[in-house]
């Protein structure tokens, strides 16, 4: 196992450089005008996941985002990805 002193010295200021990123974000997006999408929700969603002494935050993050039906749809309905389900609630 890694030692935690030695992944603090690697990558604790990208880590934070990330955060500080991700607050940007979020105060541009509340300081902005209009209704808040699905996108925001998931967003939102897989923040609370970062806050967990949990293990698999990670995975708890990419399912925030992720489609959780089994059936794939007959065809796309736009030309690119948007990063987030907007099919609701994927608890």
Not at 2 to 11: E, G, P, Q, T, V
Not at 44 to 73: C, G, H, N, W, Y
């Amino acid at each position: 196992m890694a030692d935690r002193k030695n992944i603090l010295d690697l990558y604790f200021l990208d880590a934070r450089a990330r955060l500080i990123d991700i607050a940007a974000y979020m105060d541009r997006v509340d300081r902005a005008d209009g209704e808040t999408d699905f996108r925001h929700d998931a967003f939102r969603k897989a923040l609370k996941a970062l806050d967990s002494a949990q293990p698999d935050r990670a995975e708890k993050v990419l399912q925030a985002f992720s489609d959780p039906t089994d059936d794939p749809i007959p065809a796309a309905t736009t030309k690119a990805a948007c990063g987030a389900w907007p099919g609701g609630d994927n608890a």
